[in-house]
């Protein structure tokens, strides 16, 4: 008999925009701003969004009771440190859901004065008492890929032991690897990965990677921000963490990735952060070709110089810039797309003037201005 295809589950996607991301300097949220990105990330699909920290005081507390209020599809977490007082704090945000962090590698517990006897020791306290106060517990191992292995693997196994939904491991400082990240899992065997989530920092430039790789390891959950905002080089980006999971993994996420565009362009107005040019997924170049070669292709098949759709992303269609590079194909696409009669000679005899009609303008022309080229130089 064949055997049934098992689907792999869904890697569940943890937005800590308005938790981690806005913890990035000078970026603040409105009230407003951010109950709107609550509720864009929820029609999105993400399955829970970290909310915010309690322990911030009156206005944090309002704002996350105020985020529970919507009445999301996700999960609506609070983010606390070890201590029973954030839980309290928690509490009181009618948040049904909660995380609690510890520091776990050498350099972060010497900072914070506690050795990893009194981490352990808080743990096993803390966990159970949140379990009976909250309906959902998670937590967090700050610095983890820093701390000693076998000290990372018993705070795990103790965590889930204890009661804890799933435990996140954060690296803190970005200076994990991409190979690093995804062999973690294999080190806890006995610890299910629904159990395990991966947090990246981008200190390095590998905290997309890093995530991909860690759901590729086992790992089934991953903790993002939108456009990877977050303190110093940021976080795991959202829009890129889900599309490269859909695209280049046998693995997905429940994440609509026709929002990204959307959610991405509103937080980078809100924070007053505008987006590269060339960021992965929603950069205004992503889709736009000039290149000859490239745009001879694209024209017959546009996945041939594109990983996926621009729509796939709820990115406009794929644009086609003629300019320096372009080649006579795309000159003749765009006359004839005007309603110009041109023939492949008559393309070939107007690419060097519109090259050097390119190279003053910075690199590229206008339709118009390539419409003119062709009124001064073929229609006579």
């Known amino acids: 008999m064949r055997s049934e295809k098992i689907e792999p ?8 925009t308005l938790r981690d991301g806005i913890q990035a300097v000078g970026v603040s949220l409105t009230r407003d701003q951010r109950l709107t990105l609550a509720a864009m990330l929820d029609d999105a699909g993400i399955d829970e969004i970290e909310a915010g920290i309690p322990a911030m005081g009156a206005a944090a ?8 209020g919507l009445g999301l599809k996700a999960r609506v977490t609070c983010w606390c ?4 007082d954030d839980l309290d704090a928690a ?3 009618g948040a049904d859901s909660v995380h609690l962090s510890f520091p776990l590698s050498a350099t972060l517990l010497t900072a914070s004065g506690k050795t990893i006897a009194q981490v352990m020791t808080q743990l096993r306290e803390l966990v159970p008492a949140a379990r009976r106060r909250f309906d959902h517990v998670t937590v967090g191992a700050q610095d983890a890929l820093r701390a000693e292995p076998a000290v990372r693997a018993h705070f795990v196994r103790t965590a889930v032991a204890c009661g804890a939904a799933r435990v996140r491991l954060a690296d803190t400082v970005g200076t994990a690897t991409p190979v690093l990240v995804q062999q973690l899992p294999t080190r806890m065997p006995e610890v299910p990965g629904h159990c395990l989530e991966f947090h990246g920092h981008n200190d390095l430039g590998m905290a997309t990677a890093n995530a991909v790789m860690a759901a590729v390891g086992g790992f089934g959950a991953l903790s993002v921000t939108v456009n ?13 963490v889900v599309t490269a999971l859909k695209v280049a993994t046998p693995l997905a996420s429940r994440v609509r990735l026709a929002h990204l565009n959307r959610i991405s362009r509103f937080v980078a107005r809100a924070v007053n952060r505008p987006l590269a040019r060339n960021k992965p997924i929603v950069g205004a170049d992503v889709f736009r070709h000039t290149s000859g070669i490239h745009c001879a292709a694209l024209l017959k098949n546009p996945l041939s110089y594109q990983p996926f759709l621009p729509r796939t992303v709820g990115a406009s269609d794929t644009v086609l810039v003629v300019g320096e590079q372009s080649g006579s194909t795309l000159v003749r696409h765009k006359l004839r797309a005007q309603g110009r009669k041109i023939s492949r000679g008559q393309a070939r005899s107007l690419l060097p003037l519109v090259r050097r009609a390119a190279r003053c303008r910075g690199g590229v022309i206008s339709d118009v201005e390539l419409e003119k080229l062709y009124l001064q130089n073929c229609n006579k």
């Open 228 to 240: 990877g905002l977050g303190e110093r080089a940021g976080n795991a980006a959202l829009e890129e």
């Open 61 to 68: 507390q309002r704002e996350i009771r105020q985020i529970v």
């Open 9 to 16: 589950a869904p890697i569940r996607i943890i937005d800590t």
């Open 81 to 84: 440190r070890g201590r029973r």
């Open 91 to 93: 509490k009181d945000c």
